[in-house]
């Protein structure tokens, strides 16, 4: 599948003109979609082995990668990480879910409690919601003075190129989603006691803001694309359709570290003979 399509050009960004639902550029079903994914899975695994095999390794000269999701209410970040971080090996994974900032963070430059989350040399890092809120939710609700939110557009780019030179790869994920998606979402959340706790009264008053959060969505990503850094808009109103398409752009970001396995710090003949010698009842 040709992930290009999704991927946001330099130059002013139209999120209406980037699909909210469907399964573009994928030739098949939901069954065949999952038949998919799971192909997806085995590569991913393997990739992840030689990773975490790195880190083991190569100690700080390690390289990562971090996933940074971001989307409106419903768009299904907490379900990505499930379904496709559920297929990586937990030891190697690093995940983190950025909520309103506590009295201790604020208290901080708005980095700070990003900082001490990104994924460490040989992990693979998830972002459920991210450094972005600070210039998404604090752009939309005023949060933060309009000097601060637009000094932040070149922080984060700071920041991101900063992550990059140490090893880290970065990929930044816009799960786009329809009012009218996100409606039927909400109220499958209110039908359903056992989805109540996802559910926050909050969400309908941010729903009413949904044009600005559009436009500041399309103003972050306009100003924080790069080659280095690059912002895809994955239409995410087929649940097995945006798992396969993440799960393909974390497996891409995994080839193109071009991992090989680590050399063996000793001899394997030398130990083989060891062990077939030894006798451990002697
Ligand atoms: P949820 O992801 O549904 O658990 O909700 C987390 C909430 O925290 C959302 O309403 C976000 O807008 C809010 N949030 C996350 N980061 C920030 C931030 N930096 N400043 C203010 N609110 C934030
Ligand atoms: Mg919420």
Do not use: C
Request: proline share 7%; no cysteine; net charge negative.
């Amino acid at each position: 599948m040709d992930l290009s399509s999704f991927r946001v050009q330099p130059g002013p960004v139209d999120l209406t003109s980037h699909p909210t639902s469907g399964s573009p550029g994928f030739d098949g079903d939901k069954a065949a979609g999952k038949d998919a994914l799971a192909a997806v899975a085995e590569e991913l695994a393997d990739l992840q082995e030689r990773l975490v095999a790195t880190g083991r390794s190569a100690g700080d000269d390690a390289p990562s990668v971090l996933l940074v999701l971001q989307g409106m209410d419903t768009s299904g970040k907490g379900g990505t990480v499930r379904k496709v971080f559920g297929l990586l090996d937990p030891q190697g994974v690093r995940v983190a879910s950025f909520g309103a900032p506590t009295p201790e963070e604020l208290a901080q430059d708005f980095l700070w409690r990003v900082a001490r989350t990104v994924p460490g040399p040989g992990q693979v890092g998830v972002f459920d919601r991210s450094h972005y809120e600070d210039v998404l939710v604090a752009r939309v609700r005023s949060l933060a003075s309009p000097e601060e939110v637009e000094r932040r557009y070149g922080a984060i780019n700071d920041f991101e190129a900063g992550l990059r030179a140490g090893g880290t790869r970065i990929v930044k994920v816009l799960l786009h989603i329809s009012p009218d998606e996100q409606k039927e979402r909400l109220l499958a959340r209110l039908d359903d006691p056992t989805k109540h706790w996802k559910f926050s009264p909050a969400d309908i008053d941010d729903r009413a803001l949904w044009a600005d959060y559009q436009r500041a969505y399309e103003i972050a990503l306009e100003r924080t694309h790069s080659e280095d850094a690059p912002w895809y808009v994955v239409p995410a109103g087929s649940k097995w359709y945006r798992n396969l398409v993440v799960a393909q752009l974390l497996r891409d970001e995994l080839r193109a570290l071009d991992l090989r396995w680590p050399a063996a710090s000793f001899d394997p003949d030398e130990q083989r003979r060891r062990l077939t010698e030894q006798d451990p009842l002697a």
